[in-house]
Nanobody, 115 residues
Framework: QVQLVESGGGLVQAGGSLSLSCAAS????????MAWYRQAPGKQRELVAV???????NYADSVKGRFTISRENVENTLYLQMNSLKPEDTAVYYC?????????WGQGTQVTVSS
């Protein structure tokens, strides 16, 4: 079994920064993809950024140039540095790990950006 625990959410003013972390524990295979998703009220969950074991990354157009995803493979920790935050970034942010046919989610952490 795999457990994901996010931390680092909170309230910030527009233009500010926040850093999210996700600690993964349990049976983590070496080859996996880790990602951050978010879900705003009344909207579908959307992919924010993804990173592979080798460090390849991909971002949603809405966060390119503002957010940076990174990971520490030995500690199985995922990070998301969010800069120049906008009110439209307000959402619950979820950590995700995909390993083969398996898909794991964290409980989510709230990020609120005030205007």
């Amino acid at each position: 079994q795999v457990q994901l625990v996010e931390s680092g959410g909170g309230l910030v003013q527009a233009g500010g920064s926040l850093s999210l972390s996700c600690a993964a524990s349990g049976r983590i295979l070496w080859f996996n993809t880790m990602a951050w998703y978010r879900q705003a009220p009344g909207k579908q969950r959307e992919l924010v950024a993804v990173i592979t074991t080798s460090g390849s990354t991909n971002y949603a157009d809405s966060v390119k140039g503002r957010f940076t995803i990174s990971r520490e493979n030995v500690e199985n920790t995922l990070y998301l540095q969010m800069n120049s935050l906008k009110p439209e970034d307000t959402a619950v942010y979820y950590c995700n790990v995909k390993m083969g046919f398996y898909d794991y989610w964290g409980q989510g952490t709230q990020v609120t950006v005030s205007s």
